[in-house]
């Protein structure tokens, strides 16, 4: 990695590599807001499963 960076550095180049490291770490945050949101609607969908089977079970018991 040092041996890119100053290969970038003697030859100019500092504002690609400022933008390479920005879409670096903008592509990170990305991943990691997915892989939240996926969890996020996993719990959600658990929710609503145990509501529907609440509602099930007490219909059971008022015999509808």
Do not use: C, K, P
Request: net charge positive.
């Amino acid at each position: 990695m040092e041996t890119l960076v100053d290969s970038v550095v003697t030859r100019g180049d500092l504002a690609h590599l400022a933008l390479f490291l920005w879409a670096a770490t903008v592509t990170a945050l990305n991943l990691a807001l997915v892989r939240e949101l996926s969890q996020s609607n996993r719990r959600f969908s658990d929710f609503v499963n145990e509501i529907a089977r609440l509602n099930r079970r007490l219909q059971g018991l008022t015999g509808r």
